[in-house]
């Protein structure tokens, strides 16, 4: 069965310090990974999406995954984050071959400190 | 329109009312996807409908929750005889035919079972 493990409920940051948000997945096939952005009261927001080719991608808002089959990991960074990033990231995994459900991790909510 | 649209935003129900959560996915979308957003957690998949054929039901929690997309465009999602449980964040999705195309989420509709 496939799921989504995000490890780290809640992390805070320095503004202008780097981020790293760990994924981990488990699927049966080959894997359409996403990130997505949901802030207080809205919907969510695609970040970056990887589905096939280069291993690093880069998405909206300066940030970047790189996916990592051996590890089964697609974690997601950015270099330097800004107070306007303090928000809940989901992971999420779906089946490439198809338009089918895609799964959810449980988030980490991102808190930055000034 | 641009994005997904869902109404209403909030929806306060008594114990036991019925309730109806409407989805206006991206125009042209062909699939369109129903999840369930407890408080402090990540989407849970609902069902998932490709033009107007419901192909998965698999995350309906019970058989008081029922989904329909008649006309290949709009949808339902119903609710009878509300429990205090469904109170959640209820997200529409929808996605393009193909298979590198993300999934754009609607606002939510907030339900609370008082």
């Known amino acids: 069965a496939q799921s989504v493990t995000q490890p780290d409920i809640h992390i805070t940051v320095s503004e202008g310090a780097s981020l790293e948000l760990r994924c981990n997945y488990s699927y049966g096939a080959t894997p359409y990974l996403f990130w997505y952005v949901q802030s207080p009261g809205q919907g969510l927001q695609l970040l970056l999406k990887?589905?096939?080719?280069?291993?690093l991608v880069q998405g909206i808002k300066g940030f970047e995954a790189e996916f990592k089959r051996s590890q089964s990991s697609f974690n997601l960074r950015k270099p330097s984050v800004h107070w306007s990033d303090a928000a809940e990231y989901f992971c999420a995994v779906g089946r490439y071959s198809s338009a089918s459900k895609i799964i959810f991790g449980s988030g980490t909510r991102l808190s930055i400190r000034p | 329109g641009a994005g997904v649209s869902q109404s209403p935003r909030y929806k306060v129900a008594k114990r036991g009312q019925d309730v109806a959560l409407r989805c206006d996915p991206i125009?042209?979308?062909?699939?369109l996807f129903w999840y369930q957003q407890a408080l402090g957690q990540g989407p849970e998949f609902l069902t998932y409908?490709?033009?107007?054929?419901?192909?998965?039901k698999s995350g309906l929690p019970s058989d008081r929750f029922f989904a329909e997309r008649p006309e290949g465009s709009v949808s339902t999602l119903k609710i009878q005889r509300t429990q205090q449980e469904d109170s959640a964040v209820y997200l529409c999705a929808s996605r393009q035919s193909g298979t590198n195309y993300g999934y754009t989420f609607g606002s939510g509709t907030r339900l609370t079972v008082v």
């Open positions: 125009s042209g979308h062909v699939s």
């Open positions: 409908f490709q033009n107007e054929a419901q192909l998965d």
């Open positions: 990887y589905f096939s080719g280069d291993t």
